[in-house]
């Protein structure tokens, strides 16, 4: 069912996009593309666009999220000397800390895997995570102004809200998606985390007006089922 604003709601954007991406033929392993930040076709040169854009060539201090299509701008990235932080599955641990100092530049492309990041990170805890310089995250749409969906999980948005609940200033945030995924408009929520630089492996683009990002963790929407899943995020919520 449509948003009350007449809008298609974020699980019927989802859906719209995944099917389209799957018809397209253009999405790439893991398959299928549904129910996960989906790999699409030419991901490498969408990571690459990223690249070029000025915030992406200055920043020095990185998060990324571990997702398939995003592992092509985590090999460059470490490539040009920059630290990522990638964020443990689902929240359960703390960070891993990719510094490019620490790990041969032969071993840099097995690094930026999800698999064998473990080998060569240093685990970092949520309490000690420092300021970034960009956040690069997925999606699973996106339009012009800077409104974003990603699976539904909202982990994203958390790990940003963690961030500004630990006193750090906003940073900007960018994705590398398909143009499918670039989408005309879609009903969003207030906690969202909006993106203000979009890659694609056609072009790169600032969004126009993007949202209010949060500005700290809105406890009130985590059950203590989740933060006891998350036993980083609870630990925060009780120092």
Request: net charge positive; hydrophobic share 35%; aromatic share 6%.
């Given at each position: 069912?449509?948003?009350?604003?007449?809008?298609?709601?974020k699980?019927?954007?989802?859906?719209?996009?995944?099917?389209?991406?799957?018809?397209?033929?253009?999405?790439?392993?893991?398959?299928?593309?549904h129910?996960?930040?989906?790999?699409?076709?030419?991901?490498k040169?969408?990571?690459?666009?990223?690249?070029?854009?000025?915030?992406?060539?200055?920043a020095?201090?990185?998060k990324?999220?571990?997702?398939?299509?995003?592992?092509?701008f985590?090999?460059?990235?470490?490539?040009?000397?920059?630290?990522?932080?990638?964020?443990?599955?689902?929240?359960?641990k703390?960070?891993?800390?990719?510094?490019?100092?620490?790990?041969?530049?032969?071993?840099?492309?097995?690094?930026?895997s999800?698999?064998k990041?473990?080998?060569y990170?240093?685990?970092?805890?949520v309490?000690?995570?420092?300021?970034?310089?960009?956040?690069?995250?997925?999606?699973?749409?996106?339009?012009?102004?800077?409104?974003?969906?990603?699976?539904?999980?909202?982990?994203s948005?958390?790990?940003?809200?963690?961030?500004?609940?630990?006193g750090?200033?906003?940073?900007p945030?960018?994705?590398?998606?398909?143009?499918?995924?670039?989408v005309?408009?879609?009903?969003?929520?207030?906690?969202?985390?909006?993106?203000?630089?979009?890659?694609?492996?056609?072009?790169?683009?600032?969004?126009?007006?993007?949202?209010?990002?949060?500005?700290?963790?809105?406890?009130?929407?985590?059950?203590?089922?989740?933060?006891?899943?998350?036993?980083p995020?609870?630990?925060?919520?009780?120092?």
């Amino acid at each position: 069912m449509s948003s009350s604003t007449g809008l298609l709601t974020k699980e019927e954007t989802r859906n719209k996009v995944w099917d389209l991406l799957q018809e397209r033929g253009v999405a790439r392993f893991p398959y299928p593309p549904h129910n996960r930040i989906p790999n699409f076709e030419r991901a490498k040169k969408a990571a690459e666009n990223l690249l070029t854009h000025p915030l992406a060539q200055k920043a020095k201090i990185l998060k990324v999220n571990p997702d398939a299509p995003q592992r092509y701008f985590r090999i460059e990235a470490l490539r040009a000397g920059k630290c990522v932080y990638m964020p443990s599955p689902r929240l359960r641990k703390g960070f891993l800390l990719l510094d490019p100092e620490r790990i041969e530049s032969k071993n840099l492309k097995e690094a930026a895997s999800l698999s064998k990041a473990p080998k060569y990170a240093r685990e970092v805890r949520v309490e000690d995570l420092p300021a970034v310089d960009l956040i690069v995250t997925g999606s699973v749409a996106v339009t012009k102004k800077g409104k974003r969906c990603g699976k539904g999980h909202g982990y994203s948005d958390l790990e940003y809200a963690i961030l500004r609940e630990l006193g750090h200033p906003a940073p900007p945030v960018a994705t590398t998606v398909h143009e499918l995924q670039v989408v005309d408009d879609f009903a969003a929520d207030a906690h969202d985390l909006p993106v203000n630089i979009v890659a694609t492996p056609e072009r790169v683009f600032e969004t126009l007006d993007p949202p209010e990002p949060p500005d700290g963790i809105l406890w009130e929407l985590l059950t203590e089922e989740e933060l006891n899943n998350m036993p980083p995020v609870k630990r925060l919520k009780y120092r």
